[in-house]
């Protein structure tokens, strides 16, 4: 005879089975939703709009038949994973269509940050895609935490990818196209093994199924070999990021440099270096100067080219091209007569002594 707790557990199995059936289902609501969400989102991504694409991503229920899928993979039943999937690729097919439509009606020649933002994915995504599919497996296990599903659904978008899909392909441009692809599905494969892997945990009588589904195997397998085209993405993306900090580095030592050691830029009082900028994209790099100065015409062409002797000196064997661009400043006052000695509030300096000669001199700059 079943136990009452027995009794009340397979009740509540029954339901959460019944509630990913119904997830499952491709019917109006989904529908309805899929095109809200594809207008929305392919709308703000034109737009450049980033709170207009979160809004999208809210509205998108792709994650339901995906967690469907997920729950039908450790269950063994294949008909009702394909009914999850056939679901969610439908959604995908009006979702692409429908921003290449839009895409063409514009016919951009060129996007903003929130398009090409999606055509670089990486480990990070993964990342991100299997703990938000754990957590969100869990908020549909565990009804008190219903109110991430926002919140995640936010974290981890599929719906704007395949608009960026669609609105790419609507201009020909295949390779941005494939990036926003891949990153979909990163995001898809990402959510459905952190799902699995939540289920597997949180329930006991599935916890078995985690390690002897074919099709749990085979979700796990085609996420491992995103890893490869991710784990590019990723290293070139922190080998640019080392290379902007070594950049911004070296550009502070110059500036620093041309502070401290040199005349023209450092010690002349008619110059006020206000500071510089290199662009890395010339070659040699170009450092562009921005001074103030009081005599227009300061600095020289001679004393700018000692100034750039004196930074390839010194960056050796890197080579630089340096320019000044001064802004000529007028010092408009009438005279004053000097307080008298007992008014002064702070006494006035001794005028300096010239510097000593030094055995570095001759590395001083003009």
């Given at each position: 005879?079943?136990?009452?707790?027995?009794?009340?557990?397979?009740?509540?199995?029954?339901?959460?089975?019944?509630?990913?059936?119904?997830?499952?289902?491709?019917?109006?609501?989904?529908?309805?939703?899929?095109?809200?969400?594809?207008?929305?989102?392919?709308?703000?991504?034109?737009?450049?709009?980033?709170?207009?694409?979160?809004?999208?991503?809210?509205?998108?229920?792709?994650?339901?038949?995906?967690?469907?899928?997920?729950?039908?993979?450790?269950?063994?039943?294949?008909?009702?994973?394909?009914?999850?999937?056939?679901?969610?690729?439908?959604?995908?097919?009006?979702?692409?269509?429908?921003?290449?439509?839009?895409?063409?009606?514009?016919?951009?020649?060129?996007?903003?940050r929130e398009v090409m933002n999606r055509t670089s994915p990486n480990l990070l995504d993964l990342g991100v895609a299997l703990v938000a599919?754990?957590?969100?497996?869990?908020?549909?296990?565990?009804?008190?935490?219903?109110?991430?599903?926002?919140?995640?659904?936010?974290?981890?978008?599929?719906?704007?990818?395949?608009?960026?899909?669609?609105?790419?392909?609507?201009?020909?441009?295949?390779?941005?196209?494939?990036?926003?692809?891949?990153?979909?599905?990163?995001?898809?494969?990402?959510?459905?093994?952190?799902?699995?892997?939540?289920?597997?945990?949180?329930?006991?009588?599935?916890?078995?199924?985690?390690?002897?589904?074919?099709?749990?195997?085979?979700?796990?397998?085609?996420?491992?070999?995103?890893?490869?085209?991710?784990?590019?993405?990723?290293?070139?993306?922190?080998?640019?990021?080392?290379?902007?900090?070594?950049?911004?580095?070296?550009?502070?030592?110059?500036?620093?440099?041309?502070?401290?050691?040199?005349?023209?830029?450092?010690?002349?009082?008619?110059?006020?270096?206000?500071?510089?900028?290199?662009?890395?994209?010339?070659?040699?790099?170009l450092i562009r100067a921005r001074v103030r100065v009081t005599d227009p015409t300061l600095p020289?062409?001679?004393?700018?080219?000692?100034?750039?002797?004196?930074?390839?000196?010194?960056?050796?064997?890197?080579?630089?091209?340096?320019?000044?661009?001064?802004?000529?400043?007028?010092?408009?006052?009438?005279?004053?007569?000097?307080?008298?000695?007992?008014?002064?509030?702070?006494?006035?300096?001794?005028?300096?002594?010239?510097?000593?000669?030094?055995?570095?001199?001759?590395?001083?700059?003009?």
């Open positions: 005879m079943n136990s009452p707790t027995t009794i009340s557990e397979e009740g509540r199995l029954d339901a959460l089975r019944q509630e990913f059936e119904h997830d499952a289902s491709f019917n109006q609501v989904f529908v309805v939703l899929t095109v809200g969400a594809t207008l929305i989102a392919t709308l703000g991504l034109l737009a450049n709009s980033t709170g207009v694409v979160i809004g999208a991503m809210v509205v998108a229920p792709w994650i339901m038949p995906l967690q469907a899928m997920a729950f039908e993979i450790l269950r063994g039943r294949l008909p009702m994973f394909l009914r999850a999937l056939c679901t969610l690729m439908l959604g995908v097919v009006i979702c692409v269509l429908l921003a290449m439509a839009v895409g063409r009606l514009v016919a951009f020649s060129s996007f903003g599919g754990a957590v969100a497996m869990y908020a549909k296990l565990r009804k008190e935490a219903i109110s991430a599903l926002a919140g995640l659904a936010i974290a981890v978008a599929l719906v704007p990818p395949m608009c960026v899909v669609g609105i790419l392909l609507a201009s020909s441009f295949w390779a941005q196209a494939y990036g926003a692809l891949l990153l979909f599905a990163t995001n898809l494969l990402g959510i459905m093994v952190g799902a699995m892997a939540a289920l597997g945990i949180l329930e006991k009588v599935y916890r078995r199924r985690l390690f002897h589904s074919r099709l749990g195997l085979t979700s796990v397998a085609l996420t491992a070999l995103l890893v490869i085209p991710l784990g590019s993405s990723f290293f070139a993306l922190v080998s640019r990021s080392q290379r902007e900090n070594q950049a911004q580095k070296l550009e502070a030592v110059i500036e620093q440099r041309l502070r401290s050691s040199t005349i023209t830029l450092g010690g002349d009082p008619a110059i006020d270096l206000v500071g510089i900028s290199i662009n890395w994209q010339q070659n040699p790099p020289t062409a001679r004393q700018v080219a000692g100034v750039q002797d004196f930074i390839n000196k010194t960056q050796a064997p890197l080579r630089f091209r340096l320019v000044v661009q001064r802004t000529a400043v007028d010092l408009i006052g009438p005279d004053t007569p000097p307080n008298p000695p007992e008014l002064e509030v702070l006494p006035v300096p001794p005028p300096p002594l010239p510097p000593l000669p030094r055995e570095d001199e001759e590395e001083q700059a003009p």
